[in-house]
């Protein structure tokens, strides 16, 4: 019986420094020359982790939290964000001085030149401040945009918006904005249909609060020891620290390797 298994990737195929672990890496080679699918599910953008890829021949992923899956190579489902509700979250960050980074599959512009929040957020994944077009997404598929704000100015967005987009905090100073109900979970759906797998023979890892719906949606979902405490009453198996073989004794549980 065929399986497929999806890896998030901060936290989880990286650890904290950004470094893919020895023991990961191989733990991969393993679940491939036995004959699993393997794809990435992960809140960054395709242009973001194409290098892991290639380090661990990978060609399918879910990106975006769920917006752009692409099943080896072929783009089989987008979600792109609403303009004009864009538009109108848009003009409310203005006037709160919020700044905002929109991405679509090739790269992210910002809307303000220097910032101190997105090269904080940025940096935190080893990206630079992204370059400034204010007027990027005016005229292209956005598939998910950074907010930049504190935690205390959150309930704003999220009760003003909540009906349009979905907020999810991944650092003290941003938050993803979605199309509403796009998920992780929505993007392997899709993966799976084309494959025609039952989701009792999917498996996903995670430690974020991005993972919530993945983790809780497919057949079985293995959480990292280094994850967010509310994640791991939803996991089928709570792994090691991901910097702790975490991956690979994850596998191992699950007698995928």
């Known amino acids: 019986m065929k399986k497929i298994v999806f890896f998030d990737i901060d936290g989880t195929l990286l650890d904290h420094d950004k470094n893919l672990p020895d023991s990961t890496k191989e733990a991969i080679q393993l679940l491939q020359q036995n004959g699993t699918y393997v794809a990435i599910a992960t809140g960054r953008a395709p242009f973001m982790y194409e290098s892991l890829r290639e380090e661990l021949n ?3 992923y879910v990106s975006f939290n769920g917006q752009y899956v692409v099943f080896e190579g072929d783009v089989i489902y987008t979600n792109s964000l609403n303009q004009k509700q864009l538009n109108e979250i848009l003009e409310d960050t203005e006037d709160k001085d919020h700044a905002v980074v929109h991405l679509n599959h090739e790269t992210m512009k910002a809307n303000r030149k220097d910032h101190a929040f997105i090269s904080e957020a940025m940096g935190s994944l080893k990206f630079p401040h992204p370059l400034y077009d204010p007027s990027f997404y005016e005229t292209r598929d956005i598939y998910q945009s950074l907010l930049f704000c ?3 100015d959150e309930d704003y967005y999220q009760e003003k918006y909540g009906e349009y987009f979905t907020f999810i905090r991944w650092h003290q100073y941003s938050m993803d904005i979605l199309p509403k109900g796009g998920s992780k979970a929505e993007g ?9 797998f039952e989701m009792k ?3 996903a890892f995670g430690d974020g609060l991005n993972d919530f719906e ?19 009453k939803h996991a089928n198996f709570v792994t090691k620290n991901v910097d702790e073989d975490g991956i690979f004794h994850g596998l191992k549980h699950l007698k995928l390797i």
Do not use: C, P
């Open 214 to 232: 993945m983790i809780k949606t497919v057949g079985t979902g293995v959480v990292m020891g280094n994850a967010v405490e509310a994640l791991k």
């Open 201 to 203: 023979d999917v498996y």
């Open 150 to 152: 504190e935690k205390h």
């Open 188 to 196: 392997i759906r899709s993966m799976v249909e084309k494959l025609g």
């Open 58 to 60: 990978i060609d399918s």
